[in-house]
Nanobody, 115 residues
Framework: QVQLVESGGGLVQAGGSLRLSCAAS????????MNWYRQAPGKQREVVAS???????NYADSVKDRFAISRDNAKKTVYLQMNSLKPEDTAVYYC?????????WGQGTQVTVSS
C-alpha cells in the first residue's frame, strides 16, 4: 500500500535552514508528480512546492526563491530544502502526489521557526 513518511522538521531560528525528506513506497514513484504541502494552525492545507515526473518545479509565491524541491527516483524520495525561514513558515509539512487526491497522507513533520 501507499506510504509516505516525512522527516527532517524541527525548531529553527528565523533565517535558518532545514531540509525535509519524504520517503515513498507502494506506488510507481518515478512517474508521479509530487507536492509538498503545509498546514499551519487554524489554516487550510496549502501546496508550497511541486515537482513533475520530469523534475519540472513550481512554487507558491510565499516560498519562491527560498525553498527548493527535488527528487531522487532511485531512493523514491522527495526533498524540500528550506532556506531563509520565517516565522510564518511554521506549520506541519506533508508530501503527497496530486494523483492521490485527498488520500494517503502521512503523519507530516513539524517545522517551527522562532523569531
Amino acid at each position: 500500500q501507499v506510504q509516505l513518511v516525512e522527516s527532517g522538521g524541527g525548531l529553527v531560528q528565523a533565517g535558518g535552514s532545514l531540509r525535509l525528506s519524504c520517503a515513498a513506497s507502494g506506488f510507481n514513484f518515478s512517474i508521479n508528480a509530487m507536492n509538498w504541502y503545509r498546514q499551519a494552525p487554524g489554516k487550510q492545507r496549502e501546496v508550497v512546492a511541486s515537482i513533475s515526473s520530469s523534475s519540472r518545479t513550481n512554487y507558491a509565491d510565499s516560498v519562491k526563491d527560498r525553498f527548493a524541491i527535488s527528487r531522487d527516483n532511485a531512493k523514491k524520495t522527495v526533498y524540500l530544502q528550506m532556506n531563509s525561514l520565517k516565522p510564518e513558515d511554521t506549520a506541519v509539512y506533508y508530501c503527497n502526489s496530486p494523483a492521490f487526491g485527498n488520500n494517503y497522507w502521512g503523519q507530516g513533520t513539524q517545522v517551527t521557526v522562532s523569531s
